[in-house]
C-alpha cells in the first residue's frame, strides 16, 4: 500500500473546496490533463467525473467513482483507467492546528495494476504521490480563501 502525506498551510475548508470541485483535478492529480463532472452531484457517493490523461502522443481517458465522501473530511475515489485496471484512492483531511494534515492512501484494485502489485509499484506510486500533494498545496495555497462559517 502507497501512503503519503502533506501539511498544507491553509484550514481544511480550503482544502475541501479543491477537492469538492470536480473540474479542478486536472490541476493538482498528477498525469491528468483535464477533467470533467459526470453529473453535478460531484463528490457525493456515485458520482463521477471522466478525465484524460495524455503521455506524449497518446491520450487515455478514464473515469472517477466517489465510493465515500464525508465532507469535509474524507474522500474515498475508484479510478479506472480502462485496460489499465482500477485503484482505491483515500484522501484524508484532517485539521492540523490552523493547517491540514492530507493524507493519500492508494492501492491497485483490478486489472494489471492489482495483478502486478508489489513494493516496486507502491515506490513509483509514493513518487507519483509526492508530485501530487505538492500539486495540491500549491492549487489550495493559491486559492481564494474560503470564509469561515459563522459560530450559532
Known amino acids: 500500500m502507497a501512503v503519503r502525506h502533506r501539511l ?54 478514464g473515469h472517477t467513482v466517489v465510493r465515500r465522501c ?14 489499465l485496471g482500477t485503484a482505491r484512492i483515500a484522501i484524508d483531511v484532517r485539521p492540523w492546528g490552523e493547517h491540514t494534515l492530507v493524507i493519500l492512501d492508494e492501492h491497485p484494485l483490478r486489472g494489471p495494476g492489482g495483478l502486478l502489485h508489489s513494493a516496486a509499484v507502491d515506490v513509483l506510486i509514493q513518487v507519483r504521490h509526492r508530485a501530487m500533494l505538492a500539486r495540491l498545496a500549491d492549487v489550495v495555497e493559491h486559492s481564494p480563501r474560503r470564509p469561515a462559517r459563522a459560530a450559532h
Open 70 to 83: 464525508e465532507a469535509p473530511r474524507l474522500l474515498e475515489l475508484e479510478v479506472d483507467s480502462g485496460r
Open 8 to 61: 498544507i498551510e491553509r484550514p481544511p475548508r480550503d482544502v475541501w473546496a479543491v477537492l469538492e470541485d470536480g473540474t479542478r483535478y486536472g490541476e493538482w492529480v498528477v498525469g491528468t490533463h483535464e477533467s470533467k463532472p459526470v453529473d453535478d452531484a460531484w463528490p457525493q457517493t456515485g458520482s463521477r467525473i471522466e478525465y484524460t490523461v495524455r503521455l506524449g502522443p497518446w491520450e487515455l481517458s
